[in-house]
């Protein structure tokens, strides 16, 4: 099998990766418009096999027997896109208990838009989860807002957000340890939304979702959700 065409975006000469040259496959054809991928409307370049795990000798001919840890590279474990997810039960409950957090903690209501306003889109995000022997855990799915839509001054203003040093944790730990202490971790679930936003942010209603007879209608975030500029620091 003669491997795939390489495509160059606007005709640009292959860039370079590590003093290698980098070649771009052609877009496969299949569910080419599902993908969801942040590329501010520039073509999608997809890499080579070669360029991710190496040369095959010959090149394009050879078998591969790719070892655990280069198939993550390659890994179709996670859904891409809603249309991928949609239709496998265990990322059907996973959006359906991302929901739920989200109307349990009042994050939004249901509006019209008002006039001269725009919503900014969702997206679902997918991560399989897994133990220390490498099986399934978790199918975790994550509702987030397609940040880079909003605009300063309109969607957020101030962004700062204090962030603990990993030094301040090793001196935690350490002072534990020398005086006996007890250690307990704790994992908030769904952070982000527990930080009510001062903005006036308006989002999409999000895939597979869609209020029965108010297809037209937007929410209105009281609270924070991943992915947008200002949710760390609320």
């Given at each position: 099998?003669?491997?795939?065409?390489?495509?160059?975006?606007?005709?640009a000469?292959p860039?370079?990766?590590?003093?290698?040259?980098?070649?771009?496959?052609?877009?496969?054809?299949?569910?080419?418009?599902?993908?969801?991928?942040?590329?501010?409307?520039?073509p999608?370049?997809?890499?080579?096999i070669?360029?991710i795990?190496?040369?095959?000798?010959?090149?394009?001919?050879a078998?591969?027997?790719?070892?655990?840890?280069e198939?993550?590279?390659?890994?179709?474990?996670?859904?891409?896109?809603?249309?991928?997810?949609?239709?496998?039960?265990?990322?059907?409950?996973?959006?359906?208990?991302?929901?739920?957090?989200?109307?349990?903690?009042?994050?939004?209501?249901?509006?019209?838009?008002?006039?001269?306003?725009?919503?900014?889109?969702?997206k679902?995000?997918?991560?399989?989860?897994?133990?220390?022997n490498?099986?399934?855990?978790?199918?975790?799915?994550?509702?987030?807002?397609?940040?880079?839509?909003?605009?300063?001054?309109?969607?957020?203003?101030?962004?700062?957000?204090?962030?603990?040093?990993?030094?301040?944790?090793?001196?935690?730990?350490?002072?534990?340890?020398?005086?006996?202490?007890?250690?307990?971790?704790?994992?908030?679930?769904?952070?982000?939304?527990?930080?009510?936003?001062?903005?006036?942010?308006?989002?999409?209603?999000?895939?597979?979702?869609?209020?029965?007879?108010?297809?037209?209608?937007?929410?209105?975030?009281?609270?924070?959700?991943?992915?947008?500029?200002?949710?760390?620091?609320a």
């Amino acid at each position: 099998m003669s491997p795939p065409s390489v495509h160059y975006s606007g005709g640009a000469a292959p860039i370079e990766d590590g003093g290698e040259e980098v070649e771009f496959a052609t877009p496969p054809s299949v569910h080419i418009d599902h993908l969801d991928a942040n590329h501010d409307d520039a073509p999608l370049r997809f890499r080579k096999i070669d360029n991710i795990v190496g040369l095959a000798l010959p090149r394009g001919l050879a078998s591969r027997a790719l070892i655990a840890e280069e198939l993550h590279a390659v890994s179709s474990d996670e859904p891409v896109s809603f249309v991928e997810a949609e239709g496998h039960p265990s990322w059907r409950k996973a959006m359906e208990e991302e929901m739920a957090s989200i109307e349990e903690n009042h994050t939004w209501s249901l509006v019209d838009l008002p006039h001269g306003r725009r919503a900014i889109g969702l997206k679902w995000v997918y991560k399989v989860k897994r133990d220390e022997n490498g099986a399934v855990a978790k199918y975790k799915a994550r509702l987030v807002v397609k940040g880079y839509a909003q605009r300063q001054g309109i969607d957020y203003d101030e962004v700062f957000a204090p962030v603990v040093r990993l030094d301040t944790v090793r001196l935690l730990i350490a002072l534990a340890a020398h005086e006996g202490w007890e250690v307990h971790h704790m994992d908030v679930k769904s952070a982000f939304l527990n930080g009510d936003l001062k903005e006036e942010v308006y989002v999409e209603q999000p895939a597979g979702f869609i209020s029965t007879g108010n297809k037209h209608k937007v929410f209105k975030l009281k609270k924070a959700l991943y992915g947008l500029h200002q949710a760390p620091r609320a």
